[in-house]
C-alpha cells in the first residue's frame, strides 16, 4: 500500500468541538503531567547513577520507557509490538512519521536517539531529549571524528544508539530512501565486528473515520496544531513497531549496502502491515 510522496500536501483535519475539547484538556494534562513529572524524576535519579555507573543507565532508562508507554496510552494510541529487539551491542534504524515515534520506540525498548544538535535548544523538547541521553550531532565535518568516537563510546557502553535514516518524517505511507552517512560510524576496526544494527518499522493506524496519514507530523504541519488534532479523537488509533532480524556489520562490506539492506528490511515490514488488516 503507497500513495505518490508529496511532502506538502496535508490531511484535511476536522477542528475540535464540544466534546472534543474537554477531551483534549484531560489528555493534555495527563500528558504534561506524566511527561515532566518522570523528567524530574528521571534527573534526580541520574544525579545519584550517575556518579556510581557513569555511561551505564540502568535504572533511569525504565523511567523513560514508563513514561513512554503511558503516554501513548493518555494519547489514545494502543501499542502493538511484532518481533524482538535484539540483545547484544548495536544500533537501531527506524522509518520516520511523527513526533509520536519517539514515544513508541522508547516504550519497548532502552534507545538512545541520534538527534541533530538544533534540537538541544528546543523549548521542553530539547530538555527531555538531553536527559534520556539523546546523541546530538552536528553537519560539520570538523567535527566527524569527534562524532565518530562518540558513537564507538557509546556503543562499546551496550546503549541501544537508534536514528532515523531518511533524514526527514514522513505521512506515514512509505518509506524514504535511506541517506547512508551515519552507517560510516559503524565500520570502524573497533566496531565493526562486534556490533549489529535492527531494523525496526513503525506503522500508524489512523482512528476510525480518520485520514490514514493522520498520525503523520511532516512538511509544515505546525507541532501546536498536531498535538490537539491526535488528543481529540474519542476513537483510539494504534501504532505498530515491528522489530527485523538483526543484522551483523561485518557481513557487510560498506555502508552503503549495510544502509540498502536495512531499508529494504524496514519498506518489506512496514508494507506488510499496511496492508494487512487492521488487528
Known sequence: MSTPWDKGSHPDVPRPKGIDFIRIILRAAGLIA??????????????????????????????????????????????????????????????????????????????YFVSKSEVAAWPGIGWLARATGTVFIERNPARARMQTQLFRDRLLAGHKLLFFPEGTSTDGLQVLPFKTTLFEAFFTPDLRGRIAVQPVAVIYRAPAGRDARFYGWWGSMEFGAHVLAVLAPATAGAVEVVYCTPLPVADFDNRKTLAAACEAAVRRAHTEMLDAPAG
Request: charged share 15%; glycine share 8%; proline share 5%.
Open 34 to 111: 506524566l511527561v515532566f513529572g518522570g523528567l524530574v524524576v528521571l534527573v534526580v535519579l541520574r544525579l545519584i547513577e550517575r556518579p556510581f555507573c557513569g555511561e551505564n543507565r540502568p535504572i533511569t532508562p525504565h523511567i523513560t520507557q514508563f513514561v513512554c508507554r503511558n503516554a501513548l496510552r493518555i494519547a489514545g494510541l494502543k501499542l502493538r509490538v511484532t518481533g524482538t529487539p535484539m540483545q547484544g551491542r548495536g544500533a537501531v534504524v527506524a522509518n520516520h512519521s511523527s513526533w509520536l515515534d519517539i514515544f513508541a520506540l522508547n516504550a519497548v525498548k532502552r534507545v
